[in-house]
Nanobody
Framework: VQLQASGGGLVQAGGSLRLSCAAS????????MGWYRQAPGNQRELVAT???????NYADAVKGRFALSRDNAMNTVYLQMNNLKPEDTAVYYC??????????????WGQGTLVTVSS
């Protein structure tokens, strides 16, 4: 199972970006999917998660600015990031809990995409 993240880049403060994470491989379905981020010198932290049924959970730092959604038919999760701030600068990683026929339920990470917000 692989996750391919895309959509990062350089944006000015107040701008927007949309991250995508598409899954491929041998799996039945995904349970929770979401995004984490890691800024230089910091530990990886939760940004937002979404259940298979669409229930979302957001870190306090991004509530009201970020919106997470998923397309179960396309096995893709999206993170719409609005009103970006310099402190949102980080490498963003997508994560998914995959139910697989051979390995049971596993946690899968994407390769990371860099988001840089200039002041």
């Amino acid at each position: 199972v692989q996750l391919q993240a895309s959509g990062g880049g350089l944006v000015q403060a107040g701008g927007s970006l949309r991250l995508s994470c598409a899954a491929s491989g041998n799996f039945f379905r995904f349970n929770d999917m979401g995004w984490y981020r890691q800024a230089p010198g910091n530990q990886r932290e939760l940004v937002a998660t979404i259940t298979e049924g669409g229930r979302t959970n957001y870190a306090d730092a991004v509530k009201g600015r970020f919106a997470l959604s998923r397309d179960n038919a396309m096995n893709t999760v999206y993170l719409q990031m609005n009103n970006l701030k310099p402190e949102d600068t980080a490498v963003y990683y997508c994560n998914a809990e995959a139910a697989t026929p051979l390995r049971g339920t596993i946690s899968v990470w994407g390769q990371g995409t860099l988001v840089t917000v200039s002041s």
